[in-house]
T-cell receptor
Framework: AQKVTQAQTEISVVEKEDVTLDCVYETRDTTYYLFWYKQPPSGELVFLIRRNSFDEQNEISGRYSWNFQKSTSSFNFTITASQVVDSAVYFCALLGGYGGATNKLIFGTGTLLAVQP | DAGVIQSPRHEVTEMGQEVTLRCKPISGHNSLFWYRQTMMRGLELLIYFNNNVPIDDSGMPEDRFSAKMPNASFSTLKIQPSEPRDSAVYFC?????????????FGEGSRLTVL
Protein backbone atom coordinates (compact mmCIF):
# COMPACT_ATOMS: atom_id res chain seq x y z
CA ALA A 1 0.00 0.00 0.00
CA GLN A 2 1.09 3.53 -0.63
CA LYS A 3 0.83 6.17 2.01
CA VAL A 4 1.99 9.72 2.67
CA THR A 5 2.17 11.07 6.20
CA GLN A 6 2.45 14.71 7.08
CA ALA A 7 2.48 14.65 10.84
CA GLN A 8 2.43 18.42 11.26
CA THR A 9 -1.14 19.58 10.95
CA GLU A 10 -0.42 23.23 11.54
CA ILE A 11 2.71 25.35 11.93
CA SER A 12 2.87 29.00 12.88
CA VAL A 13 6.03 31.04 12.46
CA VAL A 14 6.99 34.67 12.45
CA GLU A 15 8.17 36.24 9.24
CA LYS A 16 11.84 35.63 8.40
CA GLU A 17 11.98 32.41 10.40
CA ASP A 18 13.03 29.22 8.66
CA VAL A 19 10.49 26.42 8.67
CA THR A 20 10.63 22.75 7.67
CA LEU A 21 7.61 20.74 6.62
CA ASP A 22 7.96 17.02 7.12
CA CYS A 23 6.82 14.29 4.77
CA VAL A 24 7.20 10.55 5.24
CA TYR A 25 6.05 8.10 2.62
CA GLU A 26 5.48 4.37 2.25
CA THR A 27 5.65 2.41 -0.97
CA ARG A 28 6.79 -0.98 -2.20
CA ASP A 29 7.63 0.37 -5.63
CA THR A 30 11.29 0.74 -6.51
CA THR A 31 10.50 3.54 -8.92
CA TYR A 32 8.27 6.31 -7.74
CA TYR A 33 7.89 10.06 -7.74
CA LEU A 34 7.41 12.52 -4.93
CA PHE A 35 5.79 15.92 -5.22
CA TRP A 36 5.05 19.01 -3.21
CA TYR A 37 2.03 21.17 -3.95
CA LYS A 38 0.98 24.47 -2.41
CA GLN A 39 -2.64 25.46 -1.81
CA PRO A 40 -2.92 29.17 -0.95
CA PRO A 41 -6.08 30.61 0.59
CA SER A 42 -7.50 31.17 -2.89
CA GLY A 43 -7.81 27.39 -3.19
CA GLU A 44 -5.89 26.37 -6.28
CA LEU A 45 -3.23 23.67 -6.13
CA VAL A 46 0.15 24.82 -7.34
CA PHE A 47 2.91 22.40 -8.29
CA LEU A 48 6.23 23.11 -6.56
CA ILE A 49 8.58 20.23 -7.20
CA ARG A 50 8.89 16.64 -8.43
CA ARG A 51 11.55 14.12 -7.47
CA ASN A 52 12.10 10.61 -8.78
CA SER A 53 13.23 7.82 -6.52
CA PHE A 54 16.64 7.55 -8.14
CA ASP A 55 17.62 11.13 -7.56
CA GLU A 56 18.46 11.84 -3.93
CA GLN A 57 20.23 15.06 -4.65
CA ASN A 58 18.84 17.90 -2.60
CA GLU A 59 17.37 20.77 -4.52
CA ILE A 60 17.26 24.48 -3.84
CA SER A 61 15.06 26.98 -5.58
CA GLY A 62 15.33 30.43 -4.15
CA ARG A 63 14.08 30.30 -0.57
CA TYR A 64 12.77 26.75 -1.04
CA SER A 65 14.81 23.61 -0.55
CA TRP A 66 13.98 19.94 -0.46
CA ASN A 67 15.74 17.11 1.35
CA PHE A 68 15.02 13.64 -0.05
CA GLN A 69 16.32 10.70 1.99
CA LYS A 70 15.37 7.20 0.86
CA SER A 71 16.92 5.66 3.97
CA THR A 72 14.26 7.31 6.11
CA SER A 73 11.56 7.52 3.39
CA SER A 74 11.35 11.24 3.87
CA PHE A 75 11.00 14.19 1.54
CA ASN A 76 11.12 17.31 3.67
CA PHE A 77 10.56 20.86 2.50
CA THR A 78 12.27 23.88 4.00
CA ILE A 79 11.36 27.51 3.49
CA THR A 80 14.14 29.90 4.43
CA ALA A 81 13.31 33.40 5.64
CA SER A 82 9.58 32.79 5.46
CA GLN A 83 7.25 35.48 4.21
CA VAL A 84 3.57 36.14 4.77
CA VAL A 85 2.89 35.11 1.17
CA ASP A 86 4.12 31.63 2.05
CA SER A 87 1.03 31.11 4.19
CA ALA A 88 -0.79 28.18 2.64
CA VAL A 89 -1.50 24.49 2.99
CA TYR A 90 1.36 22.40 1.66
CA PHE A 91 0.77 18.88 0.39
CA CYS A 92 3.28 16.15 -0.13
CA ALA A 93 2.26 13.50 -2.66
CA LEU A 94 3.49 10.15 -3.97
CA LEU A 95 3.09 8.66 -7.43
CA GLY A 96 3.93 5.01 -7.69
CA GLY A 97 3.12 2.14 -10.02
CA TYR A 98 5.73 3.27 -12.52
CA GLY A 99 4.88 2.49 -16.11
CA GLY A 100 1.80 0.56 -15.22
CA ALA A 101 -1.86 1.30 -15.50
CA THR A 102 -2.35 1.87 -11.84
CA ASN A 103 -0.64 5.19 -11.40
CA LYS A 104 -2.17 7.21 -8.64
CA LEU A 105 -1.02 10.43 -7.07
CA ILE A 106 -1.67 9.98 -3.38
CA PHE A 107 -1.67 13.07 -1.20
CA GLY A 108 -0.80 13.54 2.43
CA THR A 109 -3.22 15.36 4.68
CA GLY A 110 -1.39 18.64 4.30
CA THR A 111 0.34 21.06 6.63
CA LEU A 112 -1.16 24.48 7.20
CA LEU A 113 1.62 27.05 7.42
CA ALA A 114 0.75 30.41 8.91
CA VAL A 115 3.43 33.07 8.65
CA GLN A 116 2.78 35.98 10.97
CA PRO A 117 4.11 39.46 10.12
CA ASP B 1 -1.62 28.89 -22.62
CA ALA B 2 -4.87 27.96 -20.89
CA GLY B 3 -4.71 25.74 -17.87
CA VAL B 4 -7.26 23.18 -16.75
CA ILE B 5 -10.69 24.73 -16.92
CA GLN B 6 -13.48 23.65 -14.62
CA SER B 7 -17.09 24.68 -14.46
CA PRO B 8 -19.06 25.67 -12.57
CA ARG B 9 -16.81 27.28 -9.98
CA HIS B 10 -19.60 27.19 -7.43
CA GLU B 11 -22.74 25.12 -7.32
CA VAL B 12 -25.44 25.13 -4.68
CA THR B 13 -28.15 22.55 -5.06
CA GLU B 14 -30.73 20.69 -3.07
CA MET B 15 -30.51 17.11 -1.98
CA GLY B 16 -31.73 14.75 -4.65
CA GLN B 17 -30.82 16.95 -7.58
CA GLU B 18 -28.43 15.91 -10.31
CA VAL B 19 -25.09 17.70 -10.43
CA THR B 20 -22.74 17.76 -13.39
CA LEU B 21 -19.21 19.11 -13.09
CA ARG B 22 -17.18 19.77 -16.21
CA CYS B 23 -13.51 19.81 -17.01
CA LYS B 24 -11.42 20.79 -19.99
CA PRO B 25 -7.86 19.47 -19.62
CA ILE B 26 -4.75 21.13 -20.97
CA SER B 27 -4.46 20.46 -24.68
CA GLY B 28 -2.13 17.56 -25.40
CA HIS B 29 -2.32 16.02 -21.95
CA ASN B 30 -3.25 12.36 -22.03
CA SER B 31 -4.22 11.75 -18.41
CA LEU B 32 -7.12 13.28 -16.51
CA PHE B 33 -7.91 12.99 -12.84
CA TRP B 34 -10.87 13.86 -10.64
CA TYR B 35 -10.17 14.58 -6.97
CA ARG B 36 -12.45 15.53 -4.12
CA GLN B 37 -11.29 17.66 -1.20
CA THR B 38 -13.05 17.78 2.17
CA MET B 39 -11.89 18.77 5.61
CA MET B 40 -12.47 15.29 6.95
CA ARG B 41 -10.88 13.22 4.19
CA GLY B 42 -8.45 15.59 2.53
CA LEU B 43 -7.68 15.11 -1.16
CA GLU B 44 -9.10 11.86 -2.48
CA LEU B 45 -8.62 10.51 -5.97
CA LEU B 46 -11.99 9.56 -7.40
CA ILE B 47 -11.11 8.38 -10.89
CA TYR B 48 -8.53 8.83 -13.56
CA PHE B 49 -8.41 8.39 -17.31
CA ASN B 50 -5.56 7.62 -19.68
CA ASN B 51 -6.21 8.47 -23.31
CA ASN B 52 -9.90 8.93 -22.52
CA VAL B 53 -10.22 5.45 -21.00
CA PRO B 54 -11.12 5.09 -17.32
CA ILE B 55 -8.24 3.28 -15.67
CA ASP B 56 -9.10 3.26 -11.99
CA ASP B 57 -12.42 4.27 -10.50
CA SER B 58 -11.91 2.60 -7.16
CA GLY B 59 -12.13 5.96 -5.44
CA MET B 60 -15.63 6.68 -6.67
CA PRO B 61 -17.73 6.65 -3.48
CA GLU B 62 -20.78 4.84 -4.80
CA ASP B 63 -23.01 4.31 -7.78
CA ARG B 64 -24.40 7.81 -7.48
CA PHE B 65 -21.12 9.04 -8.95
CA SER B 66 -20.19 8.59 -12.58
CA ALA B 67 -17.52 10.08 -14.80
CA LYS B 68 -17.08 10.20 -18.53
CA MET B 69 -14.48 11.39 -20.95
CA PRO B 70 -16.03 11.35 -24.41
CA ASN B 71 -12.98 12.96 -26.02
CA ALA B 72 -9.54 14.24 -25.18
CA SER B 73 -10.74 17.73 -24.38
CA PHE B 74 -13.70 17.16 -22.12
CA SER B 75 -14.73 15.22 -19.04
CA THR B 76 -17.72 15.25 -16.74
CA LEU B 77 -18.33 14.09 -13.19
CA LYS B 78 -21.96 13.49 -12.42
CA ILE B 79 -23.67 12.94 -9.08
CA GLN B 80 -27.22 11.67 -9.17
CA PRO B 81 -28.93 11.98 -6.77
CA SER B 82 -26.81 14.37 -4.75
CA GLU B 83 -26.63 14.25 -0.96
CA PRO B 84 -25.39 16.76 1.64
CA ARG B 85 -22.31 14.61 2.31
CA ASP B 86 -21.23 15.19 -1.28
CA SER B 87 -20.49 18.80 -0.41
CA ALA B 88 -16.83 19.35 -1.22
CA VAL B 89 -14.44 20.97 -3.64
CA TYR B 90 -13.97 18.84 -6.73
CA PHE B 91 -10.72 19.25 -8.60
CA CYS B 92 -9.91 18.15 -12.09
CA UNK B 93 -6.27 17.72 -13.08
CA UNK B 94 -4.46 16.75 -16.23
CA UNK B 95 -1.00 15.48 -16.93
CA UNK B 96 1.32 14.62 -19.73
CA UNK B 97 2.89 11.24 -19.07
CA UNK B 98 1.63 10.82 -15.55
CA UNK B 99 2.91 7.26 -15.76
CA UNK B 100 6.48 8.49 -15.77
CA UNK B 101 6.10 11.10 -13.12
CA UNK B 102 4.64 13.98 -15.04
CA UNK B 103 3.23 16.54 -12.69
CA UNK B 104 -0.50 17.10 -12.44
CA UNK B 105 -1.89 20.49 -13.30
CA PHE B 106 -5.02 21.31 -11.38
CA GLY B 107 -8.02 23.40 -12.22
CA GLU B 108 -9.35 25.95 -9.78
CA GLY B 109 -11.93 23.50 -8.47
CA SER B 110 -15.70 23.36 -8.33
CA ARG B 111 -17.14 24.03 -4.89
CA LEU B 112 -20.30 22.01 -4.44
CA THR B 113 -22.79 22.62 -1.66
CA VAL B 114 -25.71 20.24 -1.33
CA LEU B 115 -28.43 21.49 1.01
Amino acid sequence: AQKVTQAQTEISVVEKEDVTLDCVYETRDTTYYLFWYKQPPSGELVFLIRRNSFDEQNEISGRYSWNFQKSTSSFNFTITASQVVDSAVYFCALLGGYGGATNKLIFGTGTLLAVQP
Amino acid sequence: DAGVIQSPRHEVTEMGQEVTLRCKPISGHNSLFWYRQTMMRGLELLIYFNNNVPIDDSGMPEDRFSAKMPNASFSTLKIQPSEPRDSAVYFCASSLEAGVGGELFFGEGSRLTVL
